[in-house]
């Protein structure tokens, strides 16, 4: 029986080869091809996961087995030795050589197949990982980069001396972000709050409640950070209202980078 071109079985496992009629015919009869497209499938699969990627480094003995069946030695022989075994048959029995040659025009077929099959796996395994390995590239030079474009020292109000922080501001695309960090002590009852002020400290905006030391906030699209250049951390009482308390820890003005 004919077997179906081996240099298309990936190409099949991969989903990108339309059989024809008497091909898929074939595949659904014959379980020497069948079982060769399973094993590119598998391999697929394994090629596309980051989980069982330790699969593909150790294959299962059937593929070993394929390897060894194609070069033609016996397990745990060496080239030398079968060379030898080979030369000395032939010198001692020529009729058992003309025997064994017979035999192994007759399994070159199934040899072939495991060839095909061992270079079916090792193509399909090269091309999930070009595949891989182009995406990868294609998203990390397709998004857009994070920039610093302004920072600014935090600096104590009187009330809070030894307090002191950081204002980065960074833009990735359209969004931009401020990252605050505060070295402060903790003031009982109340929550720390950042704010973006305006220069002459006539209009403010809250960006959100400082969890921890540091924190990172989104700033809003219509903010014109030429106009709101200042950046306030203040303790804010737990039960106040959302109105800034006048008690700032920490101001500083951002300058760009």
Do not use: N, Y
Request: aromatic letters at 2%; charged letters at 25%; glycine letters at 8%.
């Amino acid at each position: 029986m004919s077997h179906l071109d081996p240099d298309i079985l990936p190409l099949v496992a991969l989903g990108e080869q339309e059989l024809t009629a008497d091909d898929r015919a074939h595949l659904e009869e014959c379980p020497v091809c069948a079982e060769e497209v399973d094993a590119l499938k598998r391999t697929a699969v394994v090629g596309r996961s980051t989980i069982v990627i330790d699969a593909l480094e150790s294959p299962p003995p059937r593929v070993w087995d394929a390897i060894v069946d194609e070069l033609g030695m016996s397990p745990g022989a060496t080239a030398s030795t079968a060379d030898d075994a080979t030369v000395s048959a032939s010198e001692e029995a020529p009729a058992q050589t003309r025997r064994e040659h017979v035999a192994r025009t007759r399994d070159r077929a199934p040899r072939r197949r495991a060839g095909g099959l061992t270079r079916g796996l090792l193509a399909l395994a090269a091309t999930v990982v070009l595949v891989v390995v182009v995406g990868g590239v294609w998203s990390l030079t397709s998004l857009p980069q994070t920039t610093p474009i302004a920072s600014a020292e935090l600096l104590a109000f009187p009330d809070h001396p030894g307090a002191h922080g950081e204002a980065v501001v960074e833009e990735r695309g359209d969004e931009r972000t401020v990252e605050v960090t505060l070295e402060a002590a903790p003031i009982p009852g109340t929550f720390r709050e950042v704010w973006l002020i305006s220069a002459d400290a006539t209009q403010i905006v809250s960006l959100g409640v400082l969890d921890s030391q540091t924190g990172t906030f989104p700033i809003p699209a219509d903010i014109d950070l030429d106009e709101f250049v200042l950046v306030d951390v203040s303790a804010e009482p737990d039960d106040g209202p959302p109105e800034h308390s006048g008690d700032s820890i920490v101001r500083g003005e951002l300058q760009r980078i």
